[in-house]
């Protein structure tokens, strides 16, 4: 002993002292562990209820949903169980539940390594023990402390508790979703039944919800996701033989029906729990029970009660005109992408229609609401609301021909040839009339020219974030295929609201902790997505009620009397899905109308969602700034935009004419006697338009082009049958002599005799402008500038007279100059410098 002792080279002493540290070290673990007393479980309810999370509106003031005020919690004894829940709760969260000693050794090393050198996948997989001492005595913080003391407190409540006893405690402290704790009151919240009751796919659900009870709950979004978890329940049964084969077969096959959910106090219920959820998301679940936050939350309470009142009402009214029971509406503002309110349904508490289901959030087929994001990529790219398609029927799957017959070997089903909504069409329509009147077969024909990939980029750019795979829509999504959120198309639409401007939607204004500590707080992070002109083009066109009147009339309820609203409808196929979206700078307001199930309406997007739309704008512009939007550029220069995109269907080759001489323009030709004249050869805009290269130059073999035939074929018919009715330009009308009318040259029409520069003037003293005219020509109108500064513009009889000392740029030596212009539209210019005392 005393050679290996040597050997290793440690002294006697050192090692009698190493021993005597750890057998102190054990001393105290084991001094620790007897301290430690078990928890009083009966403590649970009060500490839940004092740190409960409470949820408010924007003000900070009023309470919309205090997480823990009406817990619900019914004890009840082991014999009270039935054993399917036992059973399924064992198997889901513990299936060694009866053979450890409180904690699995696996499980533990997993926990050490995770802690300490962060490998591994972390603390999943507590025992049942464990599980309940976090539920009541510790934080589920990863610390080493923190997990001794589960370790050791498991390992001594399960020395001194039977197994039953445990499980019994479990299940009466488990969360079964809200303000639900404890299986006997989750058996009468949701099937009105004891929890000794409990049918086996019954038990197997509860078992499913307290992983996630928000996610998981029965009356929120996630169905399939607690069905898979049930399912999964169910299967783990099977495994550890605690259900036979059939008693599997038949759970799997059991209709389980689960009871309308009481109203509770809560305020805005599809907020709290759109909130709630991601709470539960970012801080985890054990925070949001009982770290008692004060969550001050984007909601408009008074708008939101109106908002609620105005659904209900047109939801009933929708039921009771065109067969569609529910609906939703999302306020976001645009400035700060903050959500003002959310109606996720007519009534939350309506078990009728799923009311708990928040609509607000589902994906539906957005139909025409989705064509503003192709018009403006289409405007990105050198499309203007005055371009021209051609609105007749078409056929646009290249497998079929131009009459939408399918070609030999190809399915007659693949053929797509869409209508519009009256089911007729109305040949040449301009892109504003069409986006206005929401035609769909220019919009199809858009898509193709703007891109596919291109329109779904500038969507997902804007908000629209479930638009993953354009290989699944094809050119069907611009009317309707994919799905999106009624919040994600209303963030997206408020984007052309602001300009261009992108501010992620939220709900947070401000989360603390219980001791006031700022754990987040919204902070703006504007993001440019869309050229401004686009998004102001866009919002032109939509505010445009002229241009909608052929489809909605004068008066429907998009227009709002005095007040400039951008607005856009939406219809599904059958009426399964309408629509209404639209905006002010001030705020942007999307509502959803229809049926849960899918069942088609008798009608779609203004009838039924635009009522409900128009009631709450008019509420919402009451209280918010009447704001107008800005003017987008749409000026073209016709010596750069090729015709065909600035409205002349009729052709894209042109001449330019002096109006005045009749003869061809010449450069100096002004643009005020500029006439355009565009030789008639109508075709497809793909004859003349690259879409590849929208402003670049005709394509040299058009038919190269997939579509080109099939849109080609429909024009010339139709020119055929109608060009009776137009006027036609031909190349013989060019004229051969040049405009000898404006030359260029800087024709003298007046001299200035006064002022003068021999003289020098008084500030004060009034100055009046007398010239000689020398021309024969009559002088229209004349531009005065001081300086370089404008300061009139002046007809006949041309008086103009000024006083020095109102200049605010007067100096000692000042320019005078006049710019003239005769009834030609010649101009000439003319200067003089005039001095006055200092």
């Given at each position: 002993?005393?050679?290996?002792?040597?050997?290793i080279?440690?002294?006697?002493?050192?090692?009698?002292?190493?021993?005597g540290?750890?057998i102190l070290?054990?001393?105290?673990?084991i001094?620790?562990?007897?301290?430690l007393?078990?928890?009083?479980?009966?403590?649970?309810?009060?500490?839940k209820i004092?740190?409960?999370?409470?949820?408010?509106?924007?003000?900070?003031?009023?309470?919309?949903?205090?997480i823990?005020?009406?817990v619900?919690?019914?004890?009840?004894?082991?014999e009270?169980?039935?054993a399917?829940?036992?059973n399924?709760?064992v198997?889901?969260e513990?299936s060694?539940?009866?053979n450890?000693?409180?904690?699995?050794?696996?499980?533990?090393?997993?926990?050490v390594l995770s802690?300490?050198?962060?490998?591994g996948?972390?603390?999943?997989?507590?025992?049942?023990?464990q599980?309940l001492?976090?539920?009541t005595?510790l934080?589920?913080?990863?610390s080493?402390v923190?997990?001794?003391?589960?370790?050791?407190?498991a390992?001594?409540?399960?020395s001194?508790?039977?197994k039953?006893?445990?499980?019994?405690?479990?299940?009466n402290?488990?969360p079964y979703?809200g303000?639900?704790?404890g299986?006997?009151?989750?058996s009468?919240?949701?099937?009105?039944?004891?929890?000794?009751?409990?049918?086996?796919?019954?038990?197997a659900?509860l078992?499913?919800i307290?992983?996630s009870?928000?996610?998981?709950?029965?009356y929120?979004?996630?169905k399939?996701?607690l069905?898979?978890?049930?399912n999964?329940?169910l299967?783990?049964?099977?495994e550890?033989n605690?259900?036979?084969?059939?008693?599997?077969?038949?759970?799997?096959?059991?209709?389980?029906?689960?009871?309308?959910?009481?109203?509770?106090?809560?305020k805005?219920?599809h907020f709290?729990?759109?909130?709630?959820d991601y709470l539960?998301?970012k801080?985890?679940?054990e925070?949001?029970?009982?770290?008692?936050?004060?969550?001050?939350?984007?909601l408009?309470?008074s708008?939101?009660?109106k908002g609620?009142?105005?659904?209900k009402?047109?939801?009933?009214?929708?039921k009771?005109?065109?067969?569609?029971?529910?609906?939703g509406?999302?306020?976001?503002?645009?400035?700060?992408?903050?959500?003002?309110t959310?109606?996720?349904s007519?009534d939350?508490?309506?078990?009728?229609i799923?009311g708990n289901?928040?609509?607000?959030?589902?994906?539906?087929?957005?139909?025409?609401?989705?064509?503003?994001?192709?018009?403006a990529?289409?405007?990105?790219?050198?499309?203007?609301?005055?371009?021209?398609?051609f609105?007749?029927?078409?056929e646009?799957?290249?497998?079929?021909?131009?009459?939408?017959?399918a070609?030999?070997?190809?399915?007659?089903?693949?053929?797509?040839m869409p209508?519009?909504?009256?089911?007729?069409?109305?040949?040449?329509?301009?892109?504003?009339?069409?986006?206005?009147?929401s035609?769909?077969?220019?919009?199809?024909?858009?898509?193709y020219?703007?891109?596919l990939?291109?329109?779904?980029?500038?969507a997902?750019?804007?908000g629209?974030?479930?638009?993953?795979?354009?290989g699944?829509?094809?050119?069907t999504?611009?009317?309707?295929?994919?799905?999106?959120?009624?919040?994600?198309?209303?963030?997206?639409?408020?984007?052309?609201?602001?300009?261009?401007?992108?501010?992620?939607?939220t709900?947070?204004?401000?989360?603390?902790?219980m001791?006031?500590?700022?754990?987040e707080?919204?902070?703006?992070?504007p993001?440019e997505?869309l050229?401004?002109?686009?998004?102001?083009?866009?919002s032109?066109?939509?505010s445009?009620?002229?241009?909608?009147?052929p489809?909605?009339?004068?008066?429907?309820?998009?227009?709002?009397?005095?007040?400039?609203?951008?607005a856009?409808?939406?219809?599904t196929?059958?009426?399964?899905?309408?629509w209404?979206?639209?905006?002010?700078?001030?705020?942007?307001?999307g509502?959803?109308?229809?049926?849960?199930?899918n069942?088609p309406?008798?009608?779609?997007g203004?009838?039924?969602?635009?009522p409900?739309w128009?009631?709450?704008?008019?509420?919402?512009?009451?209280?918010?700034?009447?704001?107008?939007?800005e003017?987008?550029?749409?000026?073209?220069?016709?010596?750069l935009?090729?015709?065909?995109?600035?409205?002349?269907?009729?052709g894209?080759?042109?001449?330019?004419?002096?109006?005045?001489?009749?003869?061809?323009?010449s450069e100096?030709?002004?643009k005020?006697?500029?006439?355009e004249?565009?030789i008639?050869?109508?075709?497809?805009?793909?004859?003349?338009?690259?879409?590849?290269?929208?402003l670049?130059?005709?394509?040299?073999n058009?038919s190269?082009?997939?579509?080109?035939?099939?849109?080609?074929?429909?024009?010339?018919?139709?020119?055929?049958?109608?060009?009776?009715?137009?006027?036609?330009?031909?190349?013989?009308?060019?004229?051969?002599?040049t405009?000898?009318?404006?030359?260029g040259?800087?024709?003298?029409?007046i001299?200035?005799?006064?002022?003068?520069?021999?003289?020098?003037?008084?500030?004060?003293?009034?100055?009046?402008?007398?010239?000689?005219?020398?021309?024969?020509?009559q002088?229209?109108?004349m531009?005065?500038?001081?300086?370089?500064?404008f300061?009139?513009?002046?007809?006949?009889?041309?008086?103009?007279?000024?006083?020095?000392?109102?200049?605010d740029?007067?100096?000692?030596?000042?320019?005078?100059?006049?710019?003239?212009?005769?009834?030609?539209?010649?101009?000439?210019?003319?200067?003089v410098?005039?001095?006055?005392?200092?």
């Amino acid at each position: 002993m005393k050679r290996n002792t040597k050997k290793i080279g440690i002294p006697k002493n050192l090692l009698y002292f190493l021993i005597g540290i750890f057998i102190l070290f054990v001393g105290i673990i084991i001094i620790y562990v007897s301290s430690l007393k078990i928890p009083d479980f009966h403590s649970f309810e009060d500490r839940k209820i004092i740190n409960s999370t409470k949820i408010y509106d924007r003000t900070g003031e009023i309470l919309l949903y205090d997480i823990h005020q009406d817990v619900k919690r019914t004890n009840i004894p082991f014999e009270k169980m039935s054993a399917n829940i036992k059973n399924a709760t064992v198997a889901i969260e513990d299936s060694e539940f009866y053979n450890h000693s409180g904690v699995r050794i696996t499980s533990t090393v997993r926990a050490v390594l995770s802690n300490l050198f962060n490998v591994g996948i972390g603390g999943g997989g507590s025992t049942i023990t464990q599980q309940l001492i976090k539920n009541t005595l510790l934080t589920s913080k990863k610390s080493i402390v923190r997990k001794i003391k589960e370790w050791v407190l498991a390992i001594k409540i399960d020395s001194s508790m039977s197994k039953e006893k445990i499980l019994e405690y479990y299940l009466n402290e488990n969360p079964y979703g809200g303000n639900v704790y404890g299986i006997e009151e989750a058996s009468k919240t949701y099937f009105n039944k004891n929890a000794e009751n409990l049918t086996l796919a019954e038990a197997a659900y509860l078992a499913a919800i307290p992983q996630s009870p928000t996610t998981l709950s029965p009356y929120g979004k996630n169905k399939e996701k607690l069905n898979t978890r049930k399912n999964l329940v169910l299967s783990r049964m099977k495994e550890l033989n605690f259900i036979t084969e059939e008693e599997y077969n038949n759970a799997l096959k059991e209709v389980v029906t689960f009871i309308p959910q009481a109203k509770t106090g809560i305020k805005a219920p599809h907020f709290v729990f759109f909130i709630k959820d991601y709470l539960e998301q970012k801080y985890g679940v054990e925070a949001v029970e009982s770290k008692g936050l004060k969550v001050t939350t984007s909601l408009d309470y008074s708008l939101q009660e109106k908002g609620e009142t105005i659904v209900k009402d047109g939801a009933f009214k929708n039921k009771k005109d065109w067969n569609g029971e529910n609906a939703g509406l999302v306020a976001i503002d645009p400035k700060t992408g903050q959500i003002l309110t959310m109606v996720g349904s007519r009534d939350y508490f309506d078990k009728e229609i799923d009311g708990n289901f928040n609509i607000a959030t589902a994906l539906r087929q957005p139909g025409s609401s989705f064509k503003p994001f192709i018009y403006a990529t289409a405007f990105n790219k050198g499309f203007t609301p005055d371009t021209v398609l051609f609105d007749l029927p078409t056929e646009f799957q290249t497998t079929c021909n131009a009459y939408g017959k399918a070609l030999p070997g190809h399915n007659q089903a693949n053929c797509y040839m869409p209508q519009n909504y009256d089911g007729k069409t109305v040949g040449p329509i301009k892109l504003r009339d069409a986006l206005a009147q929401s035609r769909n077969i220019p919009a199809v024909k858009l898509f193709y020219l703007a891109g596919l990939n291109e329109s779904l980029k500038t969507a997902e750019d804007m908000g629209i974030s479930t638009l993953t795979d354009i290989g699944r829509y094809g050119l069907t999504l611009v009317i309707g295929g994919g799905e999106v959120s009624l919040l994600d198309i209303t963030s997206a639409y408020s984007v052309f609201a602001n300009d261009g401007i992108k501010n992620q939607y939220t709900g947070i204004l401000k989360i603390e902790d219980m001791n006031g500590n700022i754990l987040e707080e919204y902070k703006p992070n504007p993001k440019e997505v869309l050229p401004k002109n686009t998004a102001l083009t866009i919002s032109n066109v939509l505010s445009d009620n002229n241009a909608r009147i052929p489809t909605f009339g004068s008066s429907s309820t998009l227009f709002i009397p005095g007040k400039e609203v951008a607005a856009k409808t939406g219809t599904t196929n059958s009426n399964k899905d309408a629509w209404t979206i639209g905006y002010t700078p001030s705020i942007a307001v999307g509502v959803w109308a229809g049926n849960n199930d899918n069942k088609p309406m008798k009608k779609g997007g203004s009838a039924v969602a635009g009522p409900i739309w128009n009631s709450f704008m008019v509420e919402a512009l009451k209280i918010l700034p009447s704001e107008k939007f800005e003017k987008p550029n749409l000026e073209l220069d016709p010596m750069l935009v090729k015709p065909i995109l600035r409205g002349y269907w009729q052709g894209n080759e042109n001449f330019f004419i002096d109006k005045i001489s009749g003869k061809l323009a010449s450069e100096f030709t002004p643009k005020e006697t500029l006439e355009e004249k565009v030789i008639t050869n109508v075709h497809s805009i793909l004859y003349w338009v690259n879409k590849n290269d929208i402003l670049g130059p005709s394509p040299s073999n058009p038919s190269e082009d997939s579509q080109f035939n099939h849109w080609e074929i429909p024009i010339q018919n139709w020119w055929s049958q109608n060009n009776e009715k137009y006027n036609k330009t031909t190349w013989a009308e060019k004229p051969n002599e040049t405009d000898d009318i404006h030359t260029g040259q800087n024709l003298q029409m007046i001299t200035i005799t006064e002022p003068n520069i021999n003289d020098i003037y008084e500030r004060d003293q009034k100055i009046q402008l007398i010239f000689t005219k020398l021309t024969t020509s009559q002088i229209q109108k004349m531009d005065i500038f001081i300086n370089d500064i404008f300061v009139d513009n002046i007809k006949y009889p041309f008086n103009f007279s000024f006083t020095p000392e109102d200049l605010d740029n007067l100096r000692t030596e000042n320019e005078l100059k006049i710019i003239s212009y005769d009834t030609n539209y010649n101009r000439s210019e003319n200067t003089v410098v005039f001095k006055v005392k200092n």
